[in-house]
């Protein structure tokens, strides 16, 4: 890890923990992270930097917990199954904690490009690209009208219905690392298609990445696609 890295990482924690903060004590926020209730109260106020080991626990650890747990409580499910999940992909500020704790929990290799599908996963995608400053594009379900040459990927679901994204040619080089992210993932059938425009490429995936699994049909799905890691923040149940 060189002086940058070890840098940002510390202020990720940083950043992590006053999240954790806000809803919490020093005391039960020591018991949750088993640090010193003194040495958080001097990182929570900029007073010190924690050390690489404890960033890196704080990061790893207890941020994939916390942050989890604060995405299901800001997730809802009506009657018929369809999630609400605009308090997340919303906020920007949260998504850019999920990055580094992404990264660190599943060991992505760092990607040249961070690919995700218009429109919920731009927010996700942007923050994933800005935390390894990588480029970040997206596929969408309409060709641009200035875009001459598309790289063009389809299938038809199981309801009749055919799904298709178009990415615009230049987007992706061949043997480019691309990582594959995504707000929510369910059957897997938009990560197939992403997989699929990655391979049209010539790129080379370097993982695929949820805020949010609906089951494992979708993650099950992806990981017979790609021998890259894939993992979601947190899963809920599929109804």
Known sequence: MNRAEKAALQLQS????????ETRTYDELAELTGLP???????????VLPGAERAHDVVDGVGRDALATELRARVEFDDGGYVDNSGVVFDQSFLDLVAPVAANALDFERPDVVLTAATDGITLGAAM????????AYAKKSKETAVEEFIESRQRLASGIELTYYLPRRALSGGENVLIVDDLIRSGETQELLLDITTQADADVAGVFTLIAVGEEGIDRARELTDAPVGALTTFDAE
Not at 14 to 21: I, N, Q, T, Y
Not at 129 to 136: E, G, I, T
């Open 14 to 21: 940083v950043a992590v923990l006053r999240m954790l903060k």
């Open 37 to 47: 209730a003194g040495d958080l109260n001097r990182y929570v106020n900029g007073h």
């Open 129 to 136: 690209a800005s935390y390894f400053d990588a480029r970040v």
